[in-house]
């Protein structure tokens, strides 16, 4: 199993342009979290599916930010326009039903803009 | 808010010793706790956990302890070996088997050999 892959590893960017970061969960797993690292927040949830139904986004700082889960094997989070204060890295993960319970994440989208 | 808390950003330990890492939570609904580990350019990766109706887990040199009434949990590394230095979330959940977590802000670990 190759785990969570996110991609890309690195994104540079200048405020205002649209930034799409990708995420592929274990196969199997039914619920996909996005989140947020920060210095001052740690790890923050900004949104997570079910069955790639999203089920709760308020942890999605503003409009700005938008997440699409299509299929069971692939999610998008978008950031449109981009500024400054957006840099940090976004993880995704995913999990499956108990007793696996406990996520698996992937290796993170380190963003800058610029 | 944060309702789970790390106080202690970063924490440095000679090798061989203990480290104790801490994590503090208000939601008193809380009843299952996670410790996750973080090394750079990586994703966390789950490394002990503890339900609410234990007050202690241990696996190899990992040990978590619960104290539900201070609402806080510790984890105990015994002996500290410098492949350990890294950066460690503490996490807690509302359900066992429930779909979010909400995690600190982390501690960063150093091992000094």
């Known amino acids: 199993d190759a785990g969570v892959i996110q991609s890309p590893r690195h994104e540079v960017t200048e405020m205002g342009q649209e930034v799409t970061l990708r995420c592929k969960p274990i196969s199997g797993h039914n619920s996909l979290f996005w989140y947020r690292q920060t210095m001052m927040r740690g790890l923050e949830l900004l949104i997570y599916?079910?069955?790639?139904?999203?089920?709760?986004d308020s942890g999605m700082p503003e409009d700005r930010f938008s997440a699409k889960m299509p299929n069971a094997s692939f999610s998008t989070l978008k950031i449109q326009p981009s500024e400054p204060r957006d840099s940090a890295v976004y993880f995704c993960a995913s999990m499956g039903w108990w007793p696996n319970y406990g996520y698996t994440f992937g290796s993170g989208t380190r963003l800058t803009v610029v | 808010d944060q309702q789970v808390k790390q106080n202690s950003p970063s924490l440095s330990v000679q090798e061989g010793r203990i480290s104790i890492l801490n994590c503090d939570y208000t939601?008193?609904?809380?009843?299952?706790f996670l410790w996750y580990k973080k090394y750079p350019a990586e994703g966390p990766t789950f490394l002990i956990s503890i339900s609410s109706i234990k007050d202690k887990n241990e696996d190899g040199r990992f040990t978590v302890f619960l104290n539900k009434s201070a609402k806080h949990l510790s984890l105990h590394i015994v002996p500290s070996q410098p492949g350990d230095s890294a950066v460690y979330f503490c996490?807690?959940?509302?359900?066992?088997?429930?779909?979010?977590?909400?995690f600190g802000t982390g501690t960063r670990l150093t091992v000094i050999p």
């Open positions: 599916f079910n069955n790639n139904v999203p089920i709760d």
């Open positions: 996490a807690a959940s509302v359900e066992t088997g429930a779909n979010n977590l909400f």
């Open positions: 939601n008193s609904m809380f009843d299952y």
